[in-house]
């Protein structure tokens, strides 16, 4: 790797939850690096802790022990707020269930983060605008999600995730509700904008095929990064 700019830094995290009486130990300690420009796969399979470690790179969640750094900055122990303000500067969030507004249009959605950011209507329309153009749905913006198929519909989450031109884009089984042919060419666009744009992009998935499509892999079992993928 060229660039070897650190933008997430986990040191030996650990993340639990209470069930009950009981605290389930989700993540055991865990350590890596993501640099800057990075199209990192974390794969795992149900249940080996992957989707915690989204959650906390995406600020939505906090580690019980340990340390992440997000550029340099130690985010482990901000509040609410501060990790919202971080989330809308820096970080996409593309879902395999799109989590598109279904009484907002296509443009719409696309601007609403914008609009949480304050930003002049006109503005964020032109710039919503163009991010459709991007991603090749600026024909349909008036369209609701029902009026869309699954491809254009994350098409559109991929739009949203980016209006805010984040440095960091977390994809969740971002191909998981589509047909082959169209998880392919999200992919493509994922691997565009890793390239073109400079996007870093962390793809969280079970499936090893999607896996291998990136970078590099780091595999998680049992809450713990493994070598390989031991699992499959």
Same mark, same amino acid.
């Given at each position: 790797?060229?660039?070897?700019?650190?933008?997430?830094?986990?040191?030996?995290?650990?993340?639990?939850?209470?069930?009950?009486? %009981?605290?389930?130990?989700?993540?055991?300690?865990?350590?890596?690096?993501?640099?800057?420009?990075?199209?990192?796969? !974390?794969?795992?399979?149900?249940?080996?802790?992957?989707?915690?470690?989204?959650?906390?790179?995406?600020?939505?969640?906090?580690?019980? %022990?340990?340390?992440?750094?997000?550029?340099?900055?130690?985010?482990?122990?901000?509040?609410?707020?501060?990790?919202?303000?971080?989330?809308?500067?820096?970080?996409?969030?593309?879902?395999?269930?799109?989590?598109? /507004?279904?009484?907002?249009?296509?443009?719409?959605?696309?601007? /609403?983060? /914008?609009?949480?950011?304050?930003?002049?209507?006109?503005?964020?329309?032109?710039?919503?605008?163009?991010?459709?153009?991007?991603?090749?749905?600026?024909?349909?913006?008036?369209?609701?999600?029902?009026?869309?198929?699954?491809?254009?519909?994350?098409?559109?989450?991929?739009?949203?995730?980016?209006?805010?031109?984040?440095?960091?884009?977390?994809?969740?089984?971002?191909?998981?509700?589509?047909?082959?042919?169209?998880?392919?060419?999200?992919?493509? /666009?994922?691997?565009?904008?890793?390239?073109?744009?400079?996007?870093?992009?962390?793809?969280?998935?079970?499936?090893?095929?999607?896996?291998?499509?990136?970078?590099?892999?780091?595999?998680?079992?049992?809450?713990? !990064?493994?070598?390989?993928?031991?699992?499959?």
């Amino acid at each position: 790797m060229t660039n070897t700019q650190t933008v997430i830094q986990f040191i030996d995290v650990t993340k639990s939850y209470k069930m009950g009486d %009981t605290d389930f130990q989700v993540l055991k300690g865990v350590s890596f690096d993501i640099y800057k420009k990075d199209f990192v796969g !974390i794969v795992g399979p149900s249940g080996s802790g992957k989707t915690t470690i989204m959650n906390l790179i995406g600020l939505l969640d906090t580690a019980n %022990t340990g340390k992440y750094l997000l550029n340099g900055e130690d985010v482990t122990s901000l509040s609410s707020s501060q990790r919202a303000t971080l989330r809308n500067r820096y970080i996409g969030f593309i879902f395999q269930s799109f989590f598109l /507004l279904p009484r907002l249009t296509a443009i719409q959605n696309v601007m /609403l983060p /914008l609009m949480y950011r304050g930003i002049d209507r006109k503005i964020a329309h032109e710039k919503a605008m163009t991010m459709l153009k991007k991603v090749s749905m600026d024909h349909r913006p008036n369209h609701r999600p029902s009026e869309l198929s699954g491809g254009q519909q994350q098409r559109v989450a991929i739009a949203r995730a980016l209006v805010g031109d984040p440095t960091l884009i977390l994809a969740d089984e971002p191909t998981g509700a589509l047909d082959q042919k169209t998880g392919a060419d999200v992919l493509n /666009l994922l691997k565009q904008l890793n390239h073109e744009e400079g996007a870093t992009v962390i793809i969280i998935t079970h499936d090893v095929a999607l896996a291998n499509q990136c970078h590099r892999k780091i595999p998680v079992v049992d809450g713990l !990064i493994t070598e390989k993928d031991a699992w499959i």
